[in-house]
């Protein structure tokens, strides 16, 4: 197994993973946007949207990959399913299921055959920061702001990131230095031609 | 081994050396470029000390990974995990042993309390309208039959994930020569990998809910539940998980001394949470919270 450290600090690390697109950590996953508390007769949130990107479905798609971690985690007991069909010119909407004072709870809506969805938002050419703008003015959800000690982790994660870079740097300047006298080495031993230089 | 040959090359090398040499070398020095200088070192670098081998795999102290709860981790997981289909993406679990780097190594089968892999498609061969084709339906095979599965996986159609052949059909089957489609997928049953049996009803159910496991470089994983599992459920199969390895470590205790060092739960799209071993923490959320689909 991999070094308990790499594995803290993989957890810890506020980033994204650029070849996997998927964000994996911890304070990452508290603090952001879509850190929200949603108002409790929410009862299911559901997403439709196009397998890939084109025809306007990039900000669903990064909604969905950037900012409903968030929400789930604060809401772990409200259900959220995506379904992806294959047609781009197809919809991308996103509907919010709220359980009316008139029904006892959840279990009523989900008894009835095809609850309608209280609220739809078109995501279709939106970004996704305008999407969650739009979730939080119709559902008046709650925004959470980082707590003071998130506040001091992520800091100590910036002065952290900023020194990696320093050090990457005096790394990299070393790295260069040998390879350029390598280089040298090599031409001088008549193995490279001194015009491919 | 010391031939009269071996004296002879320092001669030749001698006679060239003094007399052959300096004058070829001589105008080279003046073509080469600048560089040369520089007085490149030909010398092999001397080589290396030998690292001394370990038979144990490193272990990390523990107090620096934070620990989780399961119901904590499992937040987390779902939440990682929001609008995957909750049958696909699965949790795993990964049993870190102290264990020498050589020696035997903990490997099973078991049955989960809560099966995993629901959708395997078991096709059993028997004959059709008998009593073991009866039981097999019963403990859980899709496709059950002799000629009418013959006929179908000879036109190429396999739909199943698994096969099974019952002892009496195995002469039948062999006939039939399915081995042309079957064999490259692994499908053809045969005794070496005890997919011939005589009791096809116990296979069937222990193949439909069983999974293997297997300790590689000191760590048993396996996949323990599905994502849409409850807590409870969660809890259930990670205890079978680790009571069976318990078990087998302690079959193998007088060879061999081997203790459970860390347990990480993960799943497909989320980091590696490791646990402290307790159901709930004090400040975490309610079980009933995790119960709903996700």
Redesign the interface.
């Known amino acids: 197994?991999v070094?308990?450290?790499v594995?803290?600090r993989?957890?810890r690390e506020v980033s994204i993973i650029p070849a996997a697109h998927?964000p994996?950590?911890?304070l990452w996953?508290r603090v952001g946007p879509g850190a929200l508390i949603l108002p409790k007769d929410v009862s299911k949130i559901s997403?439709e949207f196009h397998k890939q990107i084109n025809g306007g479905h990039m900000g669903a798609k990064k909604f969905?990959r950037e900012m409903?971690?968030?929400?789930?985690?604060r809401n772990?007991?409200?259900?959220?399913?995506?379904s992806r069909h294959d047609s781009p010119s197809g919809p991308a909407l996103l509907h919010i299921y709220t359980a009316s004072a008139g029904t006892p709870s959840a279990d009523a809506a989900s008894s009835s055959p095809e609850p309608t969805p209280t609220h739809t938002i078109d995501m279709k050419l939106q970004t996704s920061s305008l999407i969650l703008q739009q979730l939080i003015e119709k559902t008046k959800a709650t925004i959470l702001d980082a707590t003071e000690q998130e506040q001091e982790e992520l800091a100590a994660l910036e002065i952290q990131k900023a020194r990696s870079e320093a050090d990457r740097a005096l790394v990299r300047e070393k790295l260069d230095a040998k390879r350029r006298e390598e280089k040298?080495?090599r031409?001088?031993?008549g193995e490279l031609e001194?015009a491919s230089v | 081994m010391a031939h009269a040959r071996s004296f002879i090359p320092p001669f030749t090398r001698l006679a060239t050396c003094s007399i052959a040499i300096p004058k070829r070398e001589l105008p080279r020095f003046a073509v080469l470029p600048l560089q040369s200088i520089r007085c490149a070192s030909t010398k092999t670098p001397p080589p290396k000390k030998k690292k001394k081998t370990r038979n144990t795999f490193i272990q990390y102290d523990l107090k620096e990974m934070q620990q989780f709860s399961l119901v904590d981790a499992m937040q987390y997981i779902r939440a990682f995990e929001v609008g995957r289909d909750p049958s696909s993406a699965k949790y795993e679990m990964h049993v870190r042993l102290r264990t020498l780097k050589n020696g035997p190594v903990v490997r099973n089968r078991l049955r989960l309390p809560h099966a995993v892999n629901t959708d395997i498609r078991i096709c059993v061969i028997c004959p059709p309208d008998s009593a073991i084709a009866a039981e097999a339906r019963s403990a859980g095979a899709t496709l059950v039959g002799e000629d009418e599965i013959f006929a179908q996986v000879k036109e190429g159609i396999v739909n199943f994930d698994r096969c099974i052949c019952h002892a009496d059909s195995l002469a039948k089957m062999n006939k039939a020569g399915l081995g042309r489609i079957l064999g490259p997928r692994g499908l053809l049953p045969s005794t070496k990998t005890g997919t011939v049996v005589t009791n096809v009803g116990k296979t069937v159910k222990n193949m439909a809910g069983g999974s293997e496991y297997r300790e590689r470089m000191g760590v048993v994983r396996m996949a323990v539940g599905q994502l849409g599992f409850t807590p409870d459920q969660l809890r259930e199969n990670v205890k079978a998980f680790l009571d069976e390895i318990k078990k087998d470590m302690g079959q193998m205790s007088d060879r061999i001394s081997k203790e459970i060092h860390e347990v990480v739960l993960s799943s497909t799209q989320s980091p590696g949470f490791s646990l402290s071993g307790e159901f709930k923490a004090p400040n975490s959320i309610a079980t009933k919270e995790l119960g709903t689909p996700l």
């Open positions: 197994m070094h308990v450290k594995r803290m993989k957890l998927v994996l950590f911890l996953i997403l969905w409903l971690p968030r929400i789930k985690y772990p007991s409200i259900p959220i399913q995506i040298l080495l031409l001088a031993r001194a």
